[in-house]
């Protein structure tokens, strides 16, 4: 089986110790991701967590006139549904793939009975969720408080922390919504970094020819959203 189709590609599943690895194998079901899916719902109950592999779910929030934003980003490192083990149930947020790709599935029932029985399990997942709620706190401060381009460099880069190399397939239509933000800025923006020669985009596929240039031009918004995954989540252990 490849490195990523592999459950522990997920790095939430790759840092389970071995004696709980060997419970949650059996119950883990592979998933196929196509872009667009929606595989949460507004304030409807999840029946399963997803942990991804190589796909990528955003996590929407959208207003009564359909318009939406983004509040928060999932890929391998984390898992989509929260709010099952966090106790609420459900959000009202919308989860919708971003970027297509594979996962994992677990039933919700049996997330809980781990979630609440072994102490390894919680804390793992607790401290997941307190670098999701950076990252959510941190977006809605850089929407509010600096420049699109610099949201958009601040977008691609979590993205690509997301991927394995370096292009990534989206319509700008798709970036503007994850955005909230008209499509006609996000083109704006977009040649602005192309002419920059930080990014190729044609056709829904943007290339990030310069990912240093990327970091130096985005707000720190990154860079704390980064710092706060990689201070909570251990590393990624060898498959």
Sequence with gaps: MSDTLEPRHNHLLAALPADIWQRWAPLLEPIDLPLGTVVQESEARMSHVIFPTTAIVSLLYVMENGASAEIGVVGFEGVVGISLFMGGETTP???????????????????????????????????????????????????????????????????????????????????????????????????????????????????????????????????????EYDRLLPARTAI
């Design 93 to 227: 947020s919308r989860a919708v793939v971003q970027s297509a790709g594979k996962a994992w599935r677990m039933r919700a029932a049996d997330l809980k009975v781990e979630f609440n029985s072994a102490l390894p399990v919680m804390h793992l997942l607790l401290r997941y969720t307190q670098a999701l709620i950076t990252q959510m706190a941190q977006t809605a401060v850089c929407n509010r408080h600096h420049s699109l381009d610099q949201q958009l460099c601040r977008w691609l880069l979590l993205s690509l922390d997301r991927l394995e190399g370096t292009d990534l397939v989206m319509t700008q239509e798709l970036i503007a919504n994850m955005l909230g933000v008209r499509r006609e800025g996000v083109t704006e923006a977009a040649l602005k970094l192309q002419t920059l020669g930080l990014i190729r985009y044609a056709r829904g596929h943007i290339k990030v020819l310069d990912r240093p240039g990327l970091e130096a031009r985005t707000c720190e918004c990154y860079a704390v959203v980064k710092q």
